[in-house]
T-cell receptor, first 116, second 115 residues
Framework: AQKITQTQPGMFVQEKEAVTLDCTYDTSDPSYGLFWYKQPSSGEMIFLIYQGSYDQQNATEGRYSLNFQKARKSANLVISASQLGDSAMYFCAMREGAGGYQKVTFGIGTKLQVIP | DADVTQTPRNRITKTGKRIMLECSQTKGHDRMYWYRQDPGLGLRLIYYSFDVKDINKGEISDGYSVSRQAQAKFSLSLESAIPNQTALYFC??????????????FGEGSRLTVL
């Protein structure tokens, strides 16, 4: 089974609108972490936001928020007020593993294009 | 200077050649990783290391080997490169515990083409 599922290969959003990028995950570990990374066309990986499995509130970082629904095992990224510079690949990732042996697994990504 | 440095950034080689991708970091992290990125497949873990004496296989380790020469250095080798190893390779580091979340800090990537 896929650990991280991103079902939207590509998304379009109008500039200044909000957009939600979907991510579901699968783990039996009680302690895990969820990340979103952005990869612009230049190729670098940029960390956006983190949510811990025990965090009570949804994480927010500026225009980014993570809609964490633990029972549904979903961790959707919401980008508010989209900008042209938001056009990029977006990867959802999960940290899991027992004790110190933790590793991070990525989804296949969603390509977001912001339309002027 | 970047905290995580990969060399070379781009490399074109021929089938059967031995290739080494190097990674060094100044973040002081114990944990280092090698990922491979292919279009439509996301990033897949090749090898990871939690300290100098600890090396672990990831999900796609066949055809690759690694060396952790020091806390700051983690090298990926392709002993006999083949065309389907053409990909973008990322080195990453992380720390965990206390306030650290296990966030990965990435190098800029090494684009490898095997002809």
């Amino acid at each position: 089974a896929q650990k991280i599922t991103q079902t939207q290969p590509g998304m379009f959003v109008q500039e200044k609108e909000a957009v939600t990028l979907d991510c579901t995950y699968d783990t039996s570990d009680p302690s895990y972490g969820l990340f979103w990374y952005k990869q612009p066309s230049s190729g670098e990986m940029i960390f956006l936001i983190y949510q811990g499995s025990y965090d009570q509130q949804n994480a927010t970082e500026g225009r980014y928020s993570l809609n964490f629904q633990k029972a549904r095992k979903s961790a959707n990224l919401v980008i508010s007020a989209s900008q042209l510079g938001d056009s990029a690949m977006y990867f959802c990732a999960m940290r899991e593993g027992a004790g110190g042996y933790q590793k991070v697994t990525f989804g296949i990504g969603t390509k977001l294009q912001v339309i002027p | 200077d970047a905290d995580v440095t990969q060399t070379p950034r781009n490399r074109i080689t021929k089938t059967g050649k031995r290739i080494m991708l190097e990674c060094s970091q100044t973040k002081g992290h114990d944990r280092m990783y090698w990922y491979r990125q292919d279009p439509g497949l996301g990033l897949r873990l090749i090898y990871y290391s939690f300290d100098v004496k600890d090396i672990n296989k990831g999900e796609i380790s066949d055809g690759y080997s690694v060396s952790r020469q020091a806390q700051a250095k983690f090298s990926l080798s392709l002993e006999s490169a083949i065309p389907n190893q053409t990909a973008l390779y990322f080195c990453a580091t992380s720390d965990f515990g206390g306030a650290n979340t296990g966030e990965l800090f990435f190098g800029e990537g090494s684009r490898l083409t095997v002809l």
